[in-house]
């Protein structure tokens, strides 16, 4: 992940786009970019919206990845070490005799 991410930021620099990616900034970007990868599925069902625009969503995936790895890069989080410690974080709130084949929020279980 660390090579891809020298490479997203390779791009970033040669540009010198670097002083408009502030923090917020990204956060913001992802946001939209999210938001873009939704507006491929919206008002049709899962398989409509795959056949129609799996080119767009395969784009706007890494849109969204893309600025992930650039606000990681800008505050400094290792995103293996968070996705790790996430998914521990997950499984003492969703523990598999509980949540197996549930879709409740852990409280609720």
């Known amino acids: 992940m660390k090579q891809l991410q020298n490479k997203v930021i390779k791009f970033r620099d040669e540009r010198g786009w670097q002083k408009y990616h502030t ?3 990204l956060a913001i970007s992802l946001s939209i970019e999210a938001s ?12 409509e919206a795959i056949v129609k625009n799996m080119e767009n969503i395969k ?12 606000l ?3 505050l400094n989080v ?10 521990q974080k997950n499984a003492g709130k ?7 084949g549930s879709n409740k929020k852990y409280n609720e279980l």
């Open 78 to 87: 290792d995103l293996e070490k968070a996705v790790e410690t996430k998914l």
């Open 23 to 25: 923090p917020k900034d």
């Open 36 to 47: 873009e990868l939704l507006e491929n599925f919206q008002w049709k069902s899962d398989q």
């Open 72 to 74: 990681s890069k800008e």
């Open 94 to 100: 969703y523990p598999i005799e509980k949540a197996y």
């Open 59 to 70: 784009d706007e995936m890494a849109d969204v990845f893309i600025y992930l790895l650039m």
